[in-house]
């Protein structure tokens, strides 16, 4: 086999590639059982016919044919192997044409982008406060109480967060409905549980009221149903009062002090974890546009296409049609079709910009990384699957390299507040190096 490797664009390259018929003599035996599996010829079981047979019915020209198919697939990688060229989409063959003793084969590379130099990374981004706010430790603090809370009887009119005392009953066409009956039931007005429009009737209503509507019943599928409420009685939330002595004996603190001290620092992460999103969200966005990258325009279709796939497989698994999605939403096939360029070009870029910063920076796997791949690989070992096993650890090894090269290009910025404080997040990218590092 002989090839030529020729540049055809900044983003293109062209592979000429000649294999003799002898070449192909070592996938022969192999194409000749392939074909074997499929073919039905009288007195044989398919893959149990024998060789000259196979070669009878079929003709050699046949079979070189599906021994080249299985032949060029290896070639082609590793001819991009030791030429270091690195396809950002699966190799395109273009041309194959057989001649006297030979195939020419023209194969089209798409390569990644390259930038010859990178944005600043050391970028100044504003970002929301992760100090929480009294309000916050308020509302976790009543969470806390309404846990124990305890409930009265009132003598007023029913308003939201009151638990109602009702007897339910429900009819359809002159029958009751046994699936919707409930005495004595302990209603808590505000949480929406039963039917879409209860709450609203409920609400304003005395000790002793009766009301009657017409609702459907999502619970048991029934739509425009009579239903009937009396309300027996009125019981509203009587919260515990906060000191010290119900903190230590009704939680883990031993004051109120104690427990405030544990809200702040468990909302600041809470709060941090998000605003660290916010954060790697503001900067790639500004290293991307300060890139000004040029795409190749079948990298960015394969990537849309890639991006499409998946969003059609996780509307399937939840029973949603595209055509309801885009009515629920209100896109258009033409939004879709520009957010999934969006998507794509902002995916590639990145991707672009994180594999400079692993060349500049010389990121490396170590031990424990290059292990988790062994390990990993190691549960797809296939025979006759080398030349998808070796694509899928590249794929492995450079997502590893590029998770690297986000957390510096994230070390390298700097998050400040409205006010221009520094905004400390390190310690929520040294949790996620942890359980990276465990897993």
């Known amino acids: 086999m002989k090839y030529k490797v020729k540049k055809v664009g900044d983003f293109e390259s062209n592979i000429e590639i000649d294999i003799d018929f002898e070449d192909l003599e070592s996938k022969k035996d192999e194409a000749i059982s392939k074909i074997s599996k499929s073919l039905k010829v009288k007195g044989f079981r398919p893959g ?19 021994s080249i198919d299985l032949y060029l697939p290896e070639q082609i990688f590793e001819i991009l192997q030791k030429e270091e060229l690195s396809p950002a989409v699966r190799p395109v063959v273009k041309d194959l044409k057989k001649e006297k003793k030979s195939y020419k084969v023209d194969v089209l590379i798409t390569l990644w982008p390259k930038i010859s130099k990178l944005p600043k990374l050391n970028q100044t981004v504003e970002v929301e406060s992760i100090t929480p706010t009294e309000e916050e430790i308020a509302d976790q603090i009543d969470r806390i109480k309404l846990q124990f809370a305890d409930v ?14 009702v007897n339910i009953s429900a009819i359809e066409n002159g029958k009751e409905l046994e699936e919707f009956s409930y005495q004595d039931y302990l209603y808590e007005l505000g949480s929406n549980s039963l039917t879409p429009s209860m709450d609203s009737k409920l609400e304003g209503v005395s000790t002793g009221a009766i009301i009657k509507f017409n609702d459907d019943i999502p619970s048991v599928g029934k739509s425009n149903v009579e239903i009937t409420v009396l309300v027996k009685e009125i019981k509203e939330k009587v919260m515990p009062e906060l000191t010290d002595e119900w903190v230590s004996s009704m939680t883990e ?57 998946n969003f059609m497989a996780e509307l399937n698994q939840n029973n949603i049609k595209i055509e309801d ?3 629920i939403t209100g896109l258009t096939e033409e939004t879709l079709q520009e957010d999934l360029k969006n998507q794509a070009t902002r995916n590639l870029s990145m991707v672009v910009i994180l594999d ?19 390990d990993h690989m190691s549960t797809h070992d296939e025979e006759g ?10 794929n492995l090894e450079a997502e590893s390299l590029r998770n690297k090269a986000m957390l510096h290009i994230l070390q390298q910025g700097v998050s400040v507040d409205k006010d221009g404080e520094k905004v400390y997040l390190q310690d929520v990218y040294n ?3 942890e359980v990276r590092e465990e897993e």
């Not at 660290?276 to 990298?299: D, F, H, V």
């Not at 699957?385 to 590249?394: G, I």
């Open 152 to 165: 009265t009887k009132v003598e007023r009119p029913s308003k939201t967060s009151d638990y109602l005392l």
């Open 431 to 433: 949790q996620e190096e």
């Open 325 to 327: 999605y885009l009515q």
């Open 356 to 374: 400079k910063v692993v060349e500049d920076q010389e990121i490396k796997l170590d031990d424990k990384e290059i292990k988790y791949i062994d």
């Open 253 to 309: 603190f031993d004051n109120i002090a104690e427990m405030n001290d544990e809200l702040f620092k468990n909302i600041e992460m809470v709060k941090k974890r998000q605003i660290a999103n916010q954060y790697q969200g503001l900067l790639t966005s500004k290293l991307i546009e300060e890139s000004k990258l040029e795409l190749p325009e079948q990298l960015v279709i394969a990537e849309m296409d890639s991006i499409l796939q």
């Open 385 to 394: 699957k080398e030349v998808e096993d070796a694509s899928h650890r590249l």
């Open 48 to 66: 149990k016919i024998p060789k000259n047979i196979v070669i009878r019915e079929v003709g050699e020209d046949y079979i070189l044919e599906e």
